[in-house]
């Protein structure tokens, strides 16, 4: 049976597993929080899972734990950080403030981060942003893993994108927060471990040829969803990142950091945009409209809705936690 632990004590086991290991108290806070907030909405890729390779990379040195971010103001819409090597949820944190100000006053801004350490899920950095109001895209790319539509070699992060719309009448916005490979790497390393076959169309092998090996694919290459289509989404995450940021490619990553099972070296961008400047106040009812369209037509459902669901019920119940992976997180937070 796994173990049951509330959101408070997952929290609490995060912020003490880093502060454990030497992560300053702004950066374990920010961390541990994100963490806490993708086990309440269900994503375990994300939670706990995560605080091991989170910690190693404290002990090979590629996380510097006592850093602060930089934060630029660099013209009157754009904010650029340079992570210093800080867990991405201080910076993101931090600069968000800024990012909201700057398209509060001008009803858009952007903002770039590069040298920032990062493997979590996007959802939690921009939905406080559709909170405040305002239309938000997130993109973030990661060592390469993918190669580009007709290629073989690994090129492209899985480079995921969030997007995020605010809803009327108080609901929770509306989220979307996909990777661009055909399949999450973390999904193929459990197919592997456990003897499953990877869906078609999910990579090629250390040969170049198509597999549903998901052992030979991790070998080999990851492929993007959707052909030439997700390819094309894939290269503008890392032009969107890498490339806005000055920061590293996907490949560039790869090869400047050695892999200990943490956290890559990665560049991220944000855009909020305030859609009343625009589109006037009708723009919730609107958009409501449009979302009631969607929910009247069979199964469909907006993105989000599980993750929302998932929310709901673990603030009730608590989330659970793999037995061994319990043990190696108690451990950590233990070594005080
Ligand atoms: P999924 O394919 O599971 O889901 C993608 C999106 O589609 C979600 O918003 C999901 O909403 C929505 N969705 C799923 N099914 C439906 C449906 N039937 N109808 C409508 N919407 C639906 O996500 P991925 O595997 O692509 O990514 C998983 C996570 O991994 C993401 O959080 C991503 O940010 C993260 N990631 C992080 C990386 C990093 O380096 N930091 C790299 C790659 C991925 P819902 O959640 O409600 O199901």
Known sequence: MPAVISLDECRALAFDAFSNAGVSRAQAEATADHITRAEADGCKSHGLFRLPGFIASVQSGSLDPQA????VDAAPGLVAIDGRRCLAPLSVARGRVLLAEKARAQGVACMTLRNSLNFSALWPDIEPLAEEGFVAFTFINSQSFVAPAG???ALFGTNPMAFACPRAGGRPPM???QASSATARGELQIAARDGHEAPPGAGLGPDGQPTTDPAEILKGVQLPFGGYKGSAIALMVELMTGGLSGGF???ESRA?????GGPANTCQSFIAIDPVRLAG????????????????DGDARLPGDRRLANRA??????ITVEDALYATVQDLARKA
């Open 68 to 71: 602060e971010p930089e934060i």
């Open 151 to 153: 290629g073989t070699r």
């Open 175 to 177: 989220v979307f927060d």
């Open 249 to 251: 490619f996907g490949y």
């Open 256 to 260: 400047a950091y050695s892999t200990d």
């Open 281 to 296: 106040p009708g723009f919730p009812a609107h958009v409501e409209a449009l979302f009631e369209r969607l929910l009247a």
């Open 313 to 318: 019920r673990t603030a009730e119940e608590g």
